[in-house]
T-cell receptor, first 115, second 116 residues
Framework: AQTVTQSQPEMSVQEAETVTLSCTYDTSESDYYLFWYKQPPSRQMILVIRQEAYKQQNATENRFSVNFQKAAKSFSLKISDSQLGDAAMYFCAYIGRGSQGNLIFGKGTKLSVKP | DAGVIQSPRHEVTEMGQEVTLRCKPISGHDYLFWYRQTMMRGLELLIYFNNNVPIDDSGMPEDRFSAKMPNASFSTLKIQPSEPRDSAVYFC??????????????FGPGTRLTVL
């Protein structure tokens, strides 16, 4: 069975600095998708960034980028120029390409941003 | 598009009562998912539908939980009878399968359920 592990329950970053959130996963599938979701205090789950396993190029979305290491099964999220609005829970998630239902989430990392 | 709509946003009920949570997926989406989020267990998939048909309900905790999708624009998750351990945030999500798609799921705002 696939698993997703986020080893950092909490992280803190100074405003305008850079922070990296870690995520590792375990799977025997070769084709899959990885996601980072943000959950602010409002509880809304917001997709931050996605990565397709067959693409070697790391995905980027403005200040958000990933470091995807397929062999190591690692998928970290880097937030550059951190802003107060980035404070939230961040969840790493996995889904196999052929699977529509089984989006597997990590336990989450709570990110605090200090002014 | 208004996104995935869930109601109510908050529900407080007493043990033993029936609870019904409602979801309207994004128009045109053919998959609908129900998740539960707790501090102890994180986010768990309860059940999902494809074209209104339940595909996998293996995540439904027990027979007290049931879900229906009578049409493409509406789904319900019912708990009868409710218990304090059912207290959680329940999310509904929807997605559209594309041949080159990324299986992205769009989440509703969630329903915070408290069972006293």
């Amino acid at each position: 069975a696939q698993t997703v592990t986020q080893s950092q329950p909490e992280m803190s970053v100074q405003e305008a600095e850079t922070v990296t959130l870690s995520c590792t996963y375990d799977t025997s599938e070769s084709d899959y998708y990885l996601f980072w979701y943000k959950q602010p205090p409002s509880r809304q789950m917001i997709l931050v960034i996605r990565q397709e396993a067959y693409k070697q190029q790391n995905a980027t979305e403005n200040r958000f980028s990933v470091n995807f290491q397929k062999a190591a099964k690692s998928f970290s999220l880097k937030i550059s120029d951190s802003q107060l609005g980035d404070a939230a829970m961040y969840f790493c998630a996995y889904i196999g390409r052929g699977s529509q239902g089984n989006l597997i989430f990590g336990k989450g990392t709570k990110l605090s941003v200090k002014p | 598009d208004a996104g995935v709509i869930q109601s109510p946003r908050h529900e407080v009920t007493e043990m033993g009562q029936e609870v019904t949570l409602r979801c309207k997926p994004i128009s045109g989406h053919d998959y609908l998912f129900w998740y539960r989020q707790t501090m102890m267990r994180g986010l768990e998939l309860l059940i999902y539908f494809n074209n209104n048909v339940p595909i996998d309900d293996s995540g439904m905790p027990e027979d007290r939980f049931s879900a229906k999708m009578p049409n493409a624009s509406f789904s319900t998750l019912k708990i009868q009878p409710s218990e304090p351990r059912d207290s959680a945030v329940y999310f509904c999500a929807s997605s559209l399968v594309r041949t080159s798609g990324t299986n992205e799921q769009f989440f509703g705002p969630g329903t915070r359920l408290t069972v006293l």
